[in-house]
């Protein structure tokens, strides 16, 4: 079963975990979101990287995971390396960071016992310590995020924040992984698609998310996830 919650010790990082089930396995659509995720499976630590598309990947029965997910902007501040880095990337926590310092982590974590919310509490604590002392995130990027999130123009943004079309892109290469543009696209998708998940009609989610119309939607979608909305609400 899949949980989440916000951590209690750091705005923008969401706690989540999946145990273990009894389905067989089966593919898994992991849908861009803006985020990174920190995670831990199979004793091991991997990172996710931002995504400009539907991930696909093979959900194994048994497998459990623990994770912690960073708002747009936030991962980079962790990680210590831009996330343009890890675009579309999944990676292992050690190609990242020292040797010593992810084998202390997983054995932190791996200490917490069997329970995969207690292995996802330990990595919270580890993850909060470090973004502690990597200092404070950076004001502009949380205020272009907000910008983009409200559906705010990119040029209106980068008004708003003092910084000039080049300067943006390039602050957000670093922080998100990818320029402005694409980011408020994938915002604008995951609010369309929170809105049909709440039973909208889907040209009145078109409206009030901010495309021209329904068949801009429904493009949009399936370049983004890889299948109509229709589907994906399916799915």
Do not use: N
Not at 30 to 40: E, H, S
Not at 88 to 102: C, E, G, T
Not at 113 to 140: Q, Y
């Amino acid at each position: 079963m899949y949980r989440e919650r916000p951590s209690s010790a750091h705005p923008g990082v969401t706690v989540w975990t999946r145990g273990t089930g009894t389905a067989p396995d089966r593919p898994a659509r992991i849908l861009p979101d803006g985020c990174l995720d920190l995670i831990w499976t199979d004793g091991a630590l991997l990172v996710a990287g931002p995504d400009t598309h539907a991930h696909l990947m093979l959900d194994r029965a048994g497998t459990s995971f623990a994770g912690l997910r960073f708002a747009p902007g936030t991962g980079p501040l962790l990680l210590g390396i831009p996330a343009s880095e890890l675009r579309d990337q999944r990676v292992p926590l050690a190609s990242i960071w020292d040797a010593p310092d992810v084998r202390r982590l997983e054995e932190q974590t791996a200490a917490a016992g069997e329970s995969i919310e207690a292995a996802a509490a330990a990595l919270e604590g580890a993850a909060i310590t470090r973004l502690r002392t990597a200092g404070p995130a950076d004001p502009v990027t949380r205020a272009v995020t907000r910008g983009l999130a409200s559906g705010t123009s990119v040029a209106q943004t980068a008004r708003a924040v003092g910084l000039s079309d080049r300067q943006l892109l390039r602050r957000s290469l670093a922080a998100y992984g990818y320029g402005p543009k694409t980011l408020a696209r994938i915002l604008r998708f995951t609010r369309a698609l929170d809105l049909a998940r709440a039973g909208t009609d889907f040209a009145a989610v078109a409206a009030a998310t901010g495309y021209s119309d329904q068949a801009h939607l429904a493009r949009d979608v399936r370049e983004l996830a890889g299948l109509p909305l229709s589907a994906l609400l399916g799915a």
